[in-house]
């Protein structure tokens, strides 16, 4: 399992779901609220078939109350059973967890959604890089102590061997089926 800390804009960020209950609010960020949605898995793990809302769970020797669960979200292609699964997590407002446990306000991980656009994707997001590294150079005082990793890249690549993975189970398919034939 692991522990995240969320804004309520990470529902439509990673577009996840809700199974019963509610996301995180801002009114949850304000108050620095001790609530908590979890993933499935740890819904039925810890709370099983009596559970309900509003009941509390306790991670890192603090207690939460669950306000909402959210909707199976298995990783694409299998993947496992690890803490990085959506049905593994354990997500607080962002304002608690920084106070609780990360009191230095220090931020390791900013996502960017990129919108629809007129142009092709990897122009938009050549022009989102160029702009994200402008903007944290100047917010780091000109020292380039982060990374702007290329997912555009990245996911050109795993959609590659997906494609070859469908071709290459495509050719043993038909070779399985005409290996039959008589």
Known sequence: VSLVG????????????MESGRFISDDDMRAGARVTVIGLNVWTELLGPEGKLGDAITVDNVQWTVIGVLKNKPPLGGGGDGPWMWNNKVLVPQSTFDAVFDNQHTVDEIFVKIG???APLQSRLALARKAIEATLLRTHYGVSNFKVDRWGEEAK??????????ILLDRKSTRLNSSHIT
């Open 116 to 118: 629809d656009g007129q």
């Open 157 to 166: 690549q795993e959609e590659m061997i997906l494609q070859v993975i469908k």
């Open 6 to 17: 969320a804004a309520p804009g990470a529902i439509s960020l990673y577009r996840l779901g």
